[in-house]
């Protein structure tokens, strides 16, 4: 291992994670619910809809209207994308299905859940940041590179 | 009016994700490569998230209603079951091979709409599957 000092982003790594924990914080002080993505986008997909739809349709709407006003004011970041098609859907596939079935992801509980000390989205967390990385070190390293 | 709160406090988590660097898969697989050439960054967005949150969730803890007068809807689950480990299990190896998690593949819609809607389709595909056959 080698720390890449050269993609090393202190500054806005912290100021976007203040960001995103500022937001968590307001929705649970104002609106008393996790700023979990996808449990609020999955309640969506519920049939018959959940009777807060709106409410979830308003919070994606302005994530999907982010990157529109930032790029209004600021540079967009560039975004460097790797995997191929098909691989795109596999990861999408299985972040959905994962997601859901644990319950939360990096927001939920990420943020969230380790900002509410609790033991369950800890444990998640650490499986997920190790599934990661072993995800990304096969890709990267495995099978003899 | 009410849905003003959520739409902005979107607009704000969005915000925070493109200033973060969350939203380059690049940036997401560098971090989570630990055992090549690591980018720490993404550890100091999840610390600066929260460090931020840490001790509003302690207060709101305490509540029973919002600063709106709204009800507490705070988790109740506490098991650390199966279903959690096999779910975060797959959420990350997923995670791992594009670079993405749920809220900055909405993001991506904004940024590369092509990619991001395969992502964000098979995404919603994924839950749907789970919604309907591992509840």
Redesign the interface.
């Known amino acids: 291992?080698?720390?890449?000092w050269e993609?090393?982003?202190?500054y806005?790594?912290?100021?976007?994670?203040?960001?995103?924990?500022?937001?968590?914080?307001?929705?649970?002080?104002?609106?008393?619910?996790?700023?979990g993505?996808?449990g609020i986008?999955?309640g969506l997909?519920?049939r018959p809809l959940p009777p807060d739809a709106?409410?979830?349709m308003?919070?994606?709407?302005?994530?999907?209207?982010?990157?529109?006003?930032?790029?209004t004011v600021?540079h967009?970041?560039?975004?460097?994308?790797?995997?191929s098609?098909l691989?795109?859907?596999?990861?999408?596939?299985?972040?959905?299905?994962?997601?859901?079935?644990?319950?939360g992801?990096?927001?939920g509980?990420?943020?969230?859940?380790?900002?509410?000390?609790?033991?369950?989205s800890l444990?998640?967390?650490l499986?997920?940041?190790?599934?990661?990385?072993?995800?990304?070190?096969l890709?990267?390293?495995g099978l003899g590179n | 009016m009410a849905l003003l709160i959520p739409l902005g406090l979107g607009l704000l988590f969005g915000f925070g994700l493109l200033l973060s660097g969350m939203t380059d898969p690049g940036k997401v697989q560098g971090f989570l490569d630990i055992a090549g050439h690591w980018d720490p960054s993404l550890a100091l967005v999840m610390g600066g998230a929260i460090g931020v949150a840490l001790l509003p969730f302690q207060h709101a803890r305490a509540r029973l209603k919002t600063w709106l007068g709204m009800p507490m809807q705070l988790p109740t689950a506490r098991q650390i079951d199966r279903r959690l480990i096999v779910g975060s299990t797959l959420f990350g190896i997923g995670w791992g091979l594009a670079g993405i998690c749920p809220g900055p593949g909405l993001v991506l819609l904004g940024l590369d709409l092509g990619h991001g809607a395969l992502f964000v389709g098979a995404m919603l595909a994924g839950m749907g599957l789970q919604q309907r056959y591992a509840r």
Do not use: D, K
């Open positions: 291992m080698s720390i890449a993609h090393f982003t202190p806005s790594a912290l100021g976007g994670g203040a960001l995103i924990g500022l937001a968590a914080a307001l929705m649970v002080l104002l609106e008393g619910r996790i700023a993505i996808s986008l999955g997909l519920q709106r409410w979830r308003a919070f994606i709407a302005g994530l999907l209207l982010a990157p529109l006003l930032y790029g600021f967009l970041p560039a975004i460097h994308l790797s995997a098609p691989l795109i859907i596999v990861a999408g596939l299985l972040v959905g299905f994962g997601s859901r079935l644990g319950s992801c990096t927001s509980h990420g943020v969230c859940g380790l900002s509410r000390l609790s033991p369950r444990a998640a967390t499986v997920f940041m190790v599934g990661g990385m072993l995800t990304v070190g890709l990267r390293h």
